[in-house]
């Protein structure tokens, strides 16, 4: 994620590419504290920083949420990102690998 300056106005931005799309999602904020800002101006800054990584989070929780569905309606949704199945893909469930799953040859016996 970045913040970035689009006409005169500042934006926190974060980008998405995979061979089929690219995005860029975004959340506007006011401009940053500036140098010799009272600890008042800067702690507000950072209050706002917060709040708008907490709001375009959900942005691209909701953008990827989309991406996986739609994948899985299109019967795309069996791939882990790094190109491994998951346990349940390659017996076939419909099962999202979550993180506390094993991939297969990678865990213990």
Not at 63 to 73: A, G, H, P, S, V
Not at 92 to 109: I, N, R
Request: charged content about 30%; aromatic content about 2%.
């Amino acid at each position: 994620m970045a913040r970035t300056k689009v006409a005169s106005e500042y934006a926190l931005t974060a980008q998405y590419q995979s061979p089929s799309e690219e995005r860029t999602l975004s959340h506007p904020m006011q401009s940053p504290a500036r140098a010799g800002s009272s600890t008042t101006e800067k702690t507000a800054h950072l209050a706002e920083l917060r709040a708008s990584v907490t709001q375009l989070q959900d942005q691209v929780n909701a953008f990827l949420t989309q991406i996986m569905e739609k994948e899985k309606r299109d019967g795309q949704g069996e791939h882990v990102s790094n190109g491994t199945q998951s346990k349940a893909a390659l017996r076939g469930g419909d099962d999202v690998l979550d993180g506390e799953d094993e991939l297969e040859g990678d865990g213990e016996a």
